[in-house]
């Protein structure tokens, strides 16, 4: 009897521990995307109003951002030694996949295209690829934050019912 209530237990402990995980998961990705934006929008003011290089730029980011952006323009900043034997969009591009994985394809598609623009083409166009990458991260950030709750929902709500339903075919 002690084992069934301990195995009951531990179903219940693992499914609830996956559908939090699932949550914790839509949450870094929410997380993931405003970092993103804020560091484009910063990088977009600081190439409209000084066309600062960008070295400097992703230097000045992976002290000062928080989370994502940080992160990947830590890994950026490492890589551009490499500039010359590699060129910077497949650096950015490296940098994007190591430093941010678990970035959906929609998510990373905007961001791959603006790598191959940075620092290539005349500042106009440089900044009109920002604005696009900008525009649709926005969209994709305000659609994952209107879907937040319903993924909450639905994550825990799975999670639970899975392990119940466990319980009562293992019972």
Not at 74 to 103: D, H, M, N, T, Y
Not at 114 to 140: A, P, T, V
Not at 141 to 148: G, K
Request: glycine fraction near 10%; hydrophobic fraction near 45%; charged fraction near 25%.
């Amino acid at each position: 009897m002690t084992l069934h209530l301990l195995g009951a237990l531990l179903i219940a402990g693992g499914s609830l521990t996956l559908g939090l995980s699932y949550v914790a998961g839509e949450h870094r990705k929410l997380s993931s995307l405003r970092s993103l934006l804020q560091m484009l929008r910063e990088m977009r003011g600081e190439l409209e109003s000084r066309a600062a290089p960008l070295p400097q730029l992703m230097e000045r980011f992976s002290h000062s951002s928080g989370g994502a952006a940080g992160l990947f323009a830590g890994e950026l900043c490492s890589r551009l030694e490499q500039l010359g034997e590699k060129e910077f969009s497949v650096i950015w591009k490296e940098s994007l996949e190591a430093a941010l994985p678990a970035l959906d394809e929609a998510d990373a598609q905007p961001l791959r295209t603006l790598g191959r623009s940075l620092g290539r083409y005349e500042l106009s166009r440089q900044l009109g690829d920002l604005d696009s990458c900008i525009g649709m991260l926005e969209s994709r950030e305000s659609a994952c934050s209107a879907r937040l709750p319903e993924r909450k929902r639905m994550g825990l709500g799975l999670a639970c019912s899975l392990g119940a339903l466990l319980l009562i075919v293992l019972i």
